[in-house]
């Protein structure tokens, strides 16, 4: 497998980042993924605005948009795939152990994994531990992935495959890689910015092209909500049929049923929207 590795392609088994690198030491990184079909991004002008936003809010330099176009295609062209992930990691590069920054300049990474289709549905719980909303990190796309990592594994546990945040003051926020929409009385609603949550590339197109209204939720929503989906870039739109030990039987139930085929139909005709 090639990978792009700050300018050029090299093979996976022996490209190396320094161990120094501060990405590594300190989690000092952001990162996009983007979805690909048969060879093409989806929606890549959104993923590198936003990997831009993320580098401003961490003080890194903006990337260049050019050459994260020219390694993603190069590396797309190397590794063809029906369907793939594609992962863009730029980080605060070769730094002290410490958090201050190094000077040698900020390392890029695209590197491509081939995925498969998400099932129609699936299983969520909640989780005890809180988005901060006030955070310094809040709203980035960083490398300090960590807390996702722990609460992932506690759904796999539980036979899931997210996990859903509150945020400081008990309010609906988003999932370890995902944000979530729900149902109420015929009407879909999704958590706004302000609750903390990342702003999705998924999440921004399903609200454009479904009319979903962004309000503030409380957590316990999600045992009287009618339906619930999750939005992401590998997932699509997905609907719930589990949260915790509430089932929704019949799901997608109609409305997430409606905004999944739009979503397939959208995003089909259109890969940059």
């Not at 048969?38 to 903006?62: C, E, I, K, V």
């Not at 062209?77 to 369907?83: F, G, Q, T, V, Y």
């Not at 809180?130 to 722990?150: C, H, I």
């Not at 495959?161 to 370890?176: K, R, Y």
Request: net charge negative; hydrophobic share 35%.
């Amino acid at each position: 497998m090639k990978i792009w590795l700050d300018g050029g392609l090299q093979d996976s088994e022996s490209a190396r980042v320094s161990v120094f690198d501060h990405g590594l030491t300190v989690g000092d990184g952001i990162f996009e993924t983007v979805k690909t079909v048969h060879g093409q991004a989806f929606a890549l002008t959104r993923h590198l605005d936003r990997l831009t936003r993320s580098a401003r809010g961490l003080g890194l330099p903006d990337p260049d948009h050019d050459e994260v176009r020219r390694a993603c295609a190069a590396v797309l062209e190397a590794n063809p795939a029906p369907l793939g992930r594609l992962r863009i990691t730029y980080t605060g590069g070769h730094g002290p152990l410490g958090s201050d920054r190094g000077e040698h300049g900020p390392t890029l990474v695209v590197a491509l994994g081939t995925t498969t289709r998400r099932p129609d549905s699936t299983a969520v719980i909640t989780v005890p531990w809180t988005r901060n909303e006030r955070g310094a990190l809040t709203g980035l796309k960083t490398t300090s992935y960590a807390e996702n990592v722990v609460a992932l594994a506690r759904a796999r546990e539980q036979g899931a495959t997210e996990a859903l945040f509150a945020n400081t003051v008990g309010q609906l926020c988003e999932g370890t890689g995902s944000n979530v929409f729900v149902v109420l009385d015929g009407e879909l609603y999704t958590p706004p910015l302000a609750s903390g949550c990342l702003a999705g590339i998924t999440r921004a197109l399903a609200i454009e092209w479904t009319g979903a209204e962004e309000t503030d939720l409380p957590l316990d929503v999600l045992q009287r909500a009618d339906e619930v989906f999750l939005t992401s870039t590998l997932r699509d739109v997905q609907a719930v049929h589990r949260v915790d030990d509430r089932g929704l039987p019949g799901a997608p139930g109609p409305v997430t049923a409606k905004a999944m085929r739009i979503f397939e139909e959208r995003s089909g005709n259109d890969l940059d929207p």
